[in-house]
């Protein structure tokens, strides 16, 4: 099939030029995001494969649908930037990497753990000037610690699964019970106990309409004073300017987040030579106790080779007429 790959790094089509030997997929690359603006690109393309940051609101949908595009092929697990409904009644069918590397996503959630609390960039930065003083480090033990874990998914199985070996306690909240992580030990309890009772809290769930904002001015009045919060899933889980109220008050000990609620002006560029416009973000980023990566939990040579594997595998099936498991229906 000829498929529009928008949104495209270097990385990116590495990954797909090599998983595509297997499908023979027509593949062109288009470094700029698919939004209302952009959608010229896309003409004459039965199939576009996006990422988190492009746009199909309902007028970029219309706009493809008129020059052909039938397929949104998603190369995340994601949803949230696609208008489901405006897709069906466009007749365009839209498919899903649900999970490419749960590992990688879990591990870069005890990434941001042990260096907020172990203060390994601060000790990192010392260590390089000579200073080797331990003033300013001083950290706690995650053996026994209370660990609540907000959706237990795949993702939130695997992190379970590491923090269990910490000999951590595991709380978790969701809607559905995973058999995996009971067998574990983890006790499912309501949101708020959750809250109340955890040391370190991780979200590990997808942005719906539901939990949009759940850490917010309300919920976050739960939390214990000095929490860890820890966000590898979607920046609009949280109330960026709750959090930081609660960083300023001390209700947040530490914040470690590889997502923001505004980072598609941001993330995946360099704008090092820039001013970065964006207030709350370069106040966030000024907090001693706060650690901020570029979405990048998912960036793993397992994860890419996933994700191209699984995406192709999609627009094949779609292709071939077969019914694909990874298709999206909305509700």
Known sequence: ??????????????????????????????????????VALAE?????????????????????????????????????????????????????????????????????????NRKLYRAYNRVRDDNFALNGLLGFDLHQKTVGI?????IGQCFAQIMNGFGCKLLAYDVYQNPACLELGVRYVELPELLAQSDIISLHCPLLPATQYMINRDSLKDVKQGTMLINTSRGALVDTQAVIEALKSGQIGYFGTDVYEEEENLFFEDLSGTVIQDDTF????????VVITAHQAFFTYEALSNIAHTTLSNIGEVEAGRACKNEIVPH
């Open 282 to 289: 370069q106040l966030l980023q000024s907090f001693p106790n």
């Open 44 to 116: 004459g393309f039965p199939a576009v494969c996006v990422f988190i940051n492009d746009d199909l609101s309902a007028t970029t949908l219309q706009n493809i649908a008129s020059t052909g595009t039938k397929l949104i092929a998603l190369r995340c697990a994601g949803f949230n930037n696609v208008d489901l409904e405006a897709a069906s009644e466009l007749g365009m069918t839209v498919v899903r990497v649900p999970a490419y590397s749960p590992y990688a996503v879990a591990e870069h959630a005890v990434g941001l753990i042990l260096m907020l």
């Open 1 to 38: 099939m000829k498929v529009a790959i928008f949104s495209t790094k270097p990385y990116d089509r590495r990954s797909f030029e090599e998983t595509n030997k297997a499908f023979n997929h027509d593949l062109t690359f288009f470094e700029p995001r698919l939004n209302a603006s952009t």
């Open 150 to 154: 907000v959706g237990t998914g795949k």
